[in-house]
């Protein structure tokens, strides 16, 4: 079974740092992993994508790390390795936008991902204002990454998962902007999301 990329970045952290406890501390992980797993067996196949890749390796690798470093610098480590997935999304995408005028189809795609990906079976919920004309306008007002870190106790977690967006989408183009107010996870009534094509 393929590793996810918090769960990696965790081993690699805990081989480094407590090499005489790693042993310990990766089963602790697993453990609390599959425990979380069990915990949420009934969630959507399409919720369950959000929670596989990200929120239950995250919560469980933070309450892990919580055991042998502060709080403060669990989420500094967390922060990093969400940090550096979205470094190499950006990478990627920064990378397809230099064909020339794929910018302008961006906003549109982004929205029909919205629906797709982050819709109401995945456990979102969102309202559009607009997402024609190069203008992609959509307030989501739930989150699972947001209800999950919270059912967990650990909410201040959340804003990992929205820091990674601003990484990953902001300046990714030229003639593209991304622009955010609040976010659930920072602790705002909803994620206002905005991407659109200058002067539009």
Request: proline letters at 3%; one cysteine or more; charged letters at 25%.
């Amino acid at each position: 079974m393929k590793l996810n990329y918090i769960i990696k970045g965790f081993q690699q952290t805990v081989q480094e740092r407590f090499s005489a406890q790693s042993k310990a501390l990766n089963e602790a992980c697993l453990r609390r992993l599959t425990q979380l797993r069990v915990e949420n067996t009934d969630a959507s196949k399409e919720k369950k994508r959000h929670l596989e890749k990200q929120i239950l390796p995250g919560i469980a690798a933070y309450e892990t790390l919580g055991t042998v470093m502060s709080k403060q610098e669990a989420f500094r480590t967390v922060h990093g390795y969400v940090e550096a997935h979205a470094l190499a999304g950006r990478k990627m995408l920064t990378g397809m936008l230099r064909l020339p005028g794929l910018y302008r189809l961006v906003p549109g795609v982004f929205a029909a991902m919205v629906r797709e990906i982050f819709g109401e079976k995945a456990g979102f919920d969102a309202k559009e204002y607009r997402t024609a004309g190069g203008v992609m306008r959509i307030d989501m007002v739930k989150c699972p990454y947001h209800e999950t870190c919270v059912r967990y106790g650990c909410p201040e977690l959340c804003a990992c998962f929205c820091d990674s967006d601003d990484i990953a989408y902001d300046n990714m183009h030229p003639k593209l902007l991304w622009h955010r107010t609040k976010t659930l996870g920072r602790g705002g009534n909803c994620c206002d999301f905005s991407l659109k094509v200058k002067g539009k």
